[in-house]
């Protein structure tokens, strides 16, 4: 799955340099802000689904219906969304944002249905414990949109608009894997499992909402305060920060179905002994990526985009603590108790956009990625705390020893290719 990840983040980075280039800050913030504004509209529309399929998944019963309903849900819920995400839009007016008009956000929407769709998909299959699927769709998903780039950006030219239709047609094809490759089956519905995944979701849907919107309100205000060039080159620097997670994220999925399908000691046995592997893979990768930043943005993105360098390595402390605090935010869903949940995310958001108000006037987006900064450490570290709380151990036990440093080394010599060393002949 890390090689997948990898495959995905070389063609992610690829794909990211594409649009830099061909679209310049001015282009890449009028593309970013109308990404935004769609995939906002996935996260509050989606109703936090995935929560609830989570949550249910413990009754063995429930998990076909489950799985069936997932991604005719998905598409009903986010047609709703995206039509509510532009008429939003249209209500604000799209130049309060820097968008030329309203018609980008209306196409960005059109992707909303296929994101929702494929969340739903995506988090059933690492449920079912089939990961080879989610890194065969997210393979297929980031050459699907990487090869449409190049090919628009080496042939017509690339605008914001073609770079919305080539995300959404990556959105399209990683569905299509789930559904073709016997990841999630498409049935009709269970209408009172829907209910119940729905209503279930809602008591839940306020602190996923809001962690998303921790990670994205500052596009948003930032925008507001000021242009849409100092907005492309922040969302470089938040895109390139998150790509430290990637380590991080891919020992959170892989552990899904051990913390969901088995007991509660055992769930929370596994959260303490791979959040320690965590907080290691976090803290190299956002070393790594904080030092090189100042080298890789000008050489691989241009001089045009030099401002995002300090970005990155401001955002990196509070990226490097979500990553290390997925698994135990992941441990508080399993209780099914809504607050532990929603509360932290809230008091988290609430920090971010007091401080993003505070701070932006006087530092821009430096000042952003300060305040973003600070409000991701604070959810990791009440996250980490409440886990702590509910499952009878102490935070420190969370903290990585020379023995996990040790032991992960160890795991990734193993990973590594060995020369072979050649026989000596039979004497004789």
């Not at 997932?70 to 047609?79: A, E, I, K, Y």
């Not at 990556?170 to 499992?193: C, D, K, Y």
């Not at 603590?321 to 135990?328: D, V």
Request: with cysteine; glycine share 8%; hydrophobic share 55%.
């Amino acid at each position: 799955m890390v090689g997948s990840q990898a495959a995905c983040l070389v063609l992610a980075a690829l794909a990211s340099v594409v649009i830099a280039r061909s679209l310049q800050p001015v282009g890449r913030g009028v593309y970013s802000t109308a990404v935004t504004v769609a995939t906002t509209s996935i996260i509050v529309g989606h109703l936090s689904v995935e929560q609830a399929q989570s949550a249910l998944w413990t009754d063995p019963e429930r998990r076909k219906s489950l799985a069936g309903n997932s991604v005719p849900l998905g598409l009903v819920l986010g047609t709703l969304s995206g039509l509510a995400g532009t008429a939003c839009v249209a209500a604000l007016g799209a130049d309060v944002l820097h968008l030329p008009g309203l018609s980008i956000v209306a196409v960005a929407c059109l992707g909303v249905p296929l994101g929702v769709a494929v969340n739903y998909a995506n988090n059933v299959v690492l449920l079912r414990g089939r990961s080879h699927v989610v890194n065969r769709a997210l393979l297929a998903r980031s050459l699907i949109q990487c090869v449409m780039l190049l090919v628009l950006a080496s042939t017509v030219g690339l605008t914001p608009m073609l770079a919305i239709a080539a995300w959404i047609a990556s959105e399209a094809v990683q569905l299509l894997v789930f559904t073709t490759m016997g990841g999630t089956v498409i049935r009709r519905p269970n209408l009172s499992l829907v209910l119940t995944t729905v209503v279930t979701g809602a008591r839940y849907h306020l602190g996923p909402a809001s962690v998303f919107l921790l990670l994205y309100a500052d596009v948003f205000l930032l925008g507001a305060f000021t242009d849409a060039e100092e907005v492309g080159i922040y969302t470089l620097a938040v895109t390139l920060a998150g790509y430290s997670r990637l380590l991080s994220d891919v020992l959170s999925q892989l552990m899904l179905n051990r913390q969901f399908a088995f007991s509660a000691a055992e769930s929370a046995d596994v959260t303490v002994r791979i959040t320690r592997i965590a907080v290691l893979l976090a803290l190299a990768s956002s070393l790594v990526l904080a030092l090189s930043a100042p080298v890789l943005v000008s050489s691989v993105y241009g001089e045009a985009y030099a401002g995002a360098a300090p970005l990155v390595a401001l955002l990196a402390p509070g990226v490097m603590a979500l990553g290390a605090s997925r698994l135990p935010s992941a441990y508080l869903l399993r209780l099914r108790r809504a607050r532990l949940v929603v509360v932290p995310a809230v008091i988290a958001l609430t920090v971010n956009i007091a401080l993003n108000l505070l701070l932006i006037p006087l530092w821009g987006a430096a000042g952003s990625a300060v305040a973003s900064s600070l409000a991701y450490t604070l959810l990791a570290a009440l996250q980490t705390g409440l886990f702590a709380r509910e499952a009878g151990v102490a935070v420190r036990v969370l903290l990585p020893t020379t023995a996990d440093a040790l032991a992960l080394f160890a795991a990734v010599r193993r990973c590594l290719p060995h020369k072979q060393a050649v026989p000596s002949p039979p004497p004789g």
